[in-house]
Every structure is written in C-alpha cells, then in structure tokens.
C-alpha cells in the first residue's frame, strides 16, 4: 500500500462467483500448466500457492468485514 491507500497491486481472481450483493462466494485461478505426475509437487510452484493463498486471505477479509 501507498501512503495515499492506492493499491500497489491488484489482485484480480480469473472468476469470482458473487452473490446479489456483492460479495464473493467463490473464487477460482486458472492455471495453465502441464503437470508432472513423477515431481513430488507435479509443477505446482511455491509463487502459485503463494497467490492462491494471498486471494483467499482477501476475500476472507471482505467477506469478514
């Protein structure tokens, strides 16, 4: 965050499924990758999880408030 409270970055989610009033319900990421069934985390990387996580942490916050 800015000190003028703008948004430094924008997290947008690939859907949002969002109810009459506005509020999310649900959200997806699309991830485009061929997964590798033989790695341990078939492709999946640390920076994925981390945004998977960023957005629920979000939205829960919305949601909470």
């Known amino acids: 965050m800015h000190d003028d409270e703008s948004q430094q970055f ?3 989610p690939d859907i949002a ?7 999310p319900q649900m959200i997806a990421d699309a991830k485009w990758k061929l997964l590798n069934e ?3 985390k078939p492709g999946i990387s640390s ?4 945004q998977l996580y960023t957005m629920q942490a ?3 916050l919305i949601i909470c408030s």
Do not use: C, E, N, T
Not at 47 to 50: A, I, L, N, R
């Open 47 to 50: 920076s994925d999880m981390y």
């Open 10 to 12: 924008q997290l947008r």
């Open 38 to 40: 033989a790695d341990r």
């Open 58 to 60: 979000v939205i829960k």
């Open 17 to 23: 499924f969002i109810d009459d009033y506005g509020v």
